[in-house]
């Protein structure tokens, strides 16, 4: 599909390069499209110089114009409410303290950090929980600085695991990725790096390039975890793009963030969920909203995701059944949710509740 933009030549359309360069970034350009709403030609006046407005007219085409609460319009059209002062109090910028000491690197758990590499993205995402970055601009780590995160992790030999994220770290330029994915590959107790990248749903053409699949599939294991939010996402460049990483033997795991209003509804999560198993994308992680200041809007209760999570169960089979988390602020760790299908014990003997809500009994014992 490519509404609004159906005179764009094909061989156009599929270049990442002419996507970012003709990102949509103000209210006279989205007006060309479709009618903004009072609250969103709000929005996007009061947010200026604070959340940036920006989205590749990939992303753009999948809203529909004559649905305001579109899910696709809701993550990438800023509304008043993001700068609404009562309400975003309740929110941190940085509510699981990744700023430390060594700028853009974060090592929360003892065998993984996070690399911080840029604050450019391709579509600033309404929800992001790093919202707090981009008033910097957009720019990427130094040469200095990604040296300093390397020699970090090369003197630290408990890591095993690198995540590199942004802002969009695919973003980066050959010669930089080069540079980090070749570091990273001399240091002996480094086995696994992940890209946090939603090039995939943002702009997929980027991955229509064999030089970055060259670089990719060169320094494997390379692990990419994306960020499908909703069905309406999953387009047939998401599908082409996600299979060219997978020929280049590179997996591909998805993090979905719950957000009201998007896809807070257990049809949505379900139709979402077997739409990435057909395009062979791994549900990972359904993610309770984080709360970060200029996205508390968005979030929901836990029991909306409690209700989610026993609705997908009995419903698809288990490999695409995510893991439902919330991230713990100040930078307490990831703690999984599930329902509770323990109804009874006595012992040994246990009352389930099985996903169909018939009561179950069992019981084992030590042998």
Same mark, same amino acid.
């Given at each position: ?21 003709? /990102? ?10 479709? !009618? ?47 700068? %609404? ?21 974060? $090592? ?22 790093? !919202? /707090? ?18 020699? *970090?992790?090369? !003197?630290?030999?408990?890591?095993? %695991?690198? +995540? ?15 540079? &980090? ?45 994306? $960020? ?21 033997? &590179? ?7 719950? +957000? !009201? ?5 257990? $049809? ?8 990435? +198993? ?24 836990? %029991? ?36 509770? *299908? ?23 014992? %030590?042998?």
């Amino acid at each position: 599909m490519r509404r609004f933009f159906e005179n764009v030549p094909i061989k156009l359309w599929r270049d990442y390069s002419w996507q970012i360069k003709n /990102r949509i970034k103000t209210k006279e350009e989205i007006e060309r499209y479709i !009618k903004l709403l009072p609250e969103e030609v709000e929005g996007i006046e009061r947010t200026k110089g604070i959340y940036p407005l920006a989205i590749t007219p990939h992303y753009f085409s999948l809203i529909d114009p004559e649905d305001p609460n579109d899910p696709v319009r809701l993550q990438c059209i800023p509304r008043a409410v993001e700068v %609404d002062e009562k309400l975003q109090s309740l929110g941190e910028p940085d509510p699981f303290r990744e700023e430390g000491s060594l700028p853009g690197l974060t $090592h929360r758990y003892e065998d993984r950090v996070l690399l911080n590499v840029t604050t450019f993205c391709a579509v600033y995402c309404r929800h992001c929980m790093r !919202k /707090r970055i981009f008033v910097q601009g957009e720019r990427s780590r130094t040469k200095e600085e990604l040296k300093a995160m390397i020699d *970090y992790i090369r !003197k630290h030999e408990e890591i095993r %695991d690198v +995540l590199i994220s942004g802002g969009e770290p695919l973003s980066l330029s050959y010669e930089k990725l080069n540079y &980090i994915l070749s570091e990273l590959r001399k240091i002996k107790h480094v086995e696994i790096v992940r890209f946090g990248t939603r090039l995939l749903v943002l702009a997929p053409q980027r991955f229509f390039d064999n030089t970055l699949l060259d670089i990719l599939e060169k320094y494997s294991p390379i692990w990419i975890n994306t $960020h499908f939010n909703h069905p309406k996402e999953i387009t047939p460049e998401s599908q082409e793009a996600v299979e060219k990483l997978l020929r280049r033997g &590179i997996p591909v795991n998805n993090q979905t963030v719950l +957000l !009201k209003g998007v896809n807070d509804d257990p $049809h949505t999560m379900l139709e979402l969920f077997r739409k990435l +198993l057909r395009i062979k994308v791994k549900p990972q992680y359904l993610f309770h909203c984080d709360p970060v200041k200029g996205a508390i809007h968005f979030r929901t209760s836990i %029991d909306k995701g409690i209700e989610i999570m026993e609705y997908l169960r009995g419903r698809i089979s288990g490999m695409g059944i995510p893991t439902y988390a919330v991230d713990l602020p100040g930078g307490k760790g990831k703690v999984p949710l599930i329902p509770n *299908y323990v109804l009874e014990r006595d012992g040994d003997r246990f009352i389930f509740r099985s996903p169909f809500g018939e009561r179950v009994e069992y019981e084992i014992k %030590d042998i």
